[in-house]
């Protein structure tokens, strides 16, 4: 997402000075974007394509977390930036239900979407986190900060239950 040193295993993206010129809230939505994408890497490492779209005791598949990390970070930005969701998102949305891509192309689409969000959330780093913004079509009250915070922590949320459905298709190998 930027230039920064190689990243040390035992040392959260949070703790390694990164994305020190982004203001607070900022750096912190950037270092959750840093530390998903790596969990997804270690995690989904050695995992086959037909596993990341199976639901392994009843999980939701790997694939479309993935799916679904990759769009809702579009979508949430767009509520943060003060928009409302274009009818390509929408569609989008719809799609995250199904799709046969391959781990690689999940991952790409992964890592293309925190590109374009980086670049985003980059841009909102200096508005005034309190504007006031709308979600959906019920048009529910957020700011703009509650929107960007809700990208780190939609993430996250996400990205755990990919390692713990990792977890149970590696464990099912055994």
């Known amino acids: 997402m930027s230039a920064s040193p190689a990243p040390q295993p035992s040392i959260e993206p949070w703790l390694r000075g990164t994305h020190a010129e982004v203001p607070t809230v900022a750096r912190a939505v950037l270092h959750a974007l840093d530390l998903a994408l790596e969990d997804l890497g270690k995690w989904t490492a050695g995992l086959t394509d037909a596993e990341v779209h199976s639901q392994p005791l009843g999980l939701m598949p790997v694939a479309r977390h993935l799916r679904h990390i990759a769009?809702?970070?579009?979508?949430?930005?767009?509520?943060?930036?003060?928009?409302?969701?274009?009818?390509?998102?929408?569609?989008?949305?719809?799609?995250?239900?199904?799709?046969?891509?391959?781990?690689?192309?999940?991952?790409?689409?992964?890592?293309?979407?925190?590109?374009?969000?980086?670049?985003?959330?980059?841009a909102?780093?200096?508005?005034?986190?309190?504007?006031?913004?709308?979600?959906?079509?019920?048009?529910?009250?957020?700011?703009?900060?509650?929107?960007?915070?809700?990208?780190?922590?939609?993430?996250?949320?996400?990205?755990?239950?990919?390692v713990t459905t990792a977890k149970v298709l590696h464990s099912l190998r055994r």
């Not at 913004?133 to 780190?152: E, I, Y």
């Open 71 to 122: 769009r809702s970070t579009d979508r949430i930005l767009t509520y943060a930036e003060g928009g409302q969701l274009s009818s390509e998102q929408l569609a989008r949305l719809k799609a995250e239900e199904s799709g046969q891509e391959v781990l690689a192309e999940l991952l790409a689409e992964v890592e293309a979407s925190f590109r374009d969000a980086a670049e985003r959330v980059r």
């Open 124 to 162: 909102l780093a200096t508005a005034d986190l309190e504007t006031a913004r709308t979600v959906g079509r019920k048009q529910l009250p957020t700011s703009a900060g509650g929107a960007l915070v809700h990208v780190a922590d939609h993430t996250q949320r996400h990205v755990g239950q990919v």
